[in-house]
């Protein structure tokens, strides 16, 4: 399927590696040009090497944080019509809320829900001036069954969603639809890290843990990012545009409700 976007403009957040990384990689393949963003230049530069060897598309590095004022500034220089955005950043530490300061709530807010929305309000009056705009969120499964130790996460994550979920509804007579990709266990650095964590507290192994949680899962494996990317790639697309305000869930069915 042709996804109607090439030659549109996107700016991916986050995208030297792992999800962002992989909607990167989805866009591209469909002639999207890109600015990516990420802390480490060396990776980053070398993601976008990669991207553009591979799909041929222009691709400008940004590196940054993009949790900082100077982070966004520098993003959106580099991308000044921004027809798709896709939002990430890294996610908070997991722990135990009677350890977490204000200092901690505010600084998982501002990744995990403020710095999005400080995005969508930079490049969502352009997109509707033009008719066109794709934006994604990149937040969690944790939004729908809240993961204990990411107590950080559940509640910056679902803050963002809150919003988006009234934003996404104003904005979609104009061609801009805004929706939330929720992913479950997928096989990339994060992943692991909070499998760190775990293996120390429960005296396992890394290994025993990730081979615990992959037989758990209905699919028995972990997501790829290739799947999340391509999940984007179609959000982003224009046969999209009648979706809106959703939250696509993207776990191998382990969320177990019906609706
Ligand atoms: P990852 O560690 O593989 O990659 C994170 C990417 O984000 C890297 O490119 C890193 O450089 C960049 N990054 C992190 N913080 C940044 C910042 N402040 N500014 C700019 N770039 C930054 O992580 P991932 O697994 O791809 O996770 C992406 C998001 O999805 C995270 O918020 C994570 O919590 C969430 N998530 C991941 C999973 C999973 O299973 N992988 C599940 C649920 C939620």
């Avoid at 009234?166 to 007579?173: D, E, I, N």
Wanted: net charge positive; with cysteine.
């Amino acid at each position: 399927m042709d996804m109607g976007i090439k030659g549109r403009n996107a700016l991916v957040c986050a995208a030297s590696k792992g999800l962002g990384k992989g909607c990167a990689m989805a866009l591209a393949g469909e002639g999207v040009n890109l600015v990516i963003t990420a802390r480490g230049k060396e990776a980053l530069e070398a993601t976008a090497a990669e991207i553009r060897k591979a799909m041929g598309v222009r691709v400008i590095a940004v590196p940054g944080d993009i949790t900082t004022p100077e982070g966004r500034a520098a993003a959106l220089a580099a991308c000044p019509q921004v027809d798709i955005l896709v939002n990430n950043a890294g996610g908070p530490p997991p722990g135990d809320f009677r350890n977490w300061s204000r200092e901690d709530w505010v600084k998982a807010l501002d990744a995990n829900m403020l710095t999005p929305i400080e995005l969508i309000k930079a490049t969502v009056d352009g997109m509707i001036a033009r008719r066109f705009g794709r934006i994604v969120n990149i937040t969690s499964g944790a939004v729908k069954l809240p993961i204990p130790e990411l107590g950080l996460s559940n509640g910056a994550r679902t803050g963002l969603t809150g919003f988006v979920a009234g934003l996404s509804r104003q904005t979609v007579q104009h061609n801009v639809t805004i929706n939330g990709l929720l992913p479950g266990p997928f096989d990339t650095d994060r992943l692991r890290g909070n499998f760190i964590f775990n293996a120390q507290k429960l005296g396992k192994t890394v290994e025993e843990l990730a081979k615990a949680r992959a037989e758990g899962n209905p699919a028995k494996r972990f997501g790829t990012i290739e799947e999340f990317g391509a999940a984007c790639a179609f959000l982003c697309s224009v046969h999209a545009g009648y979706i809106t305000g959703q939250n696509l869930l993207m776990d191998g069915g382990h969320y177990p409700g019906t609706l």
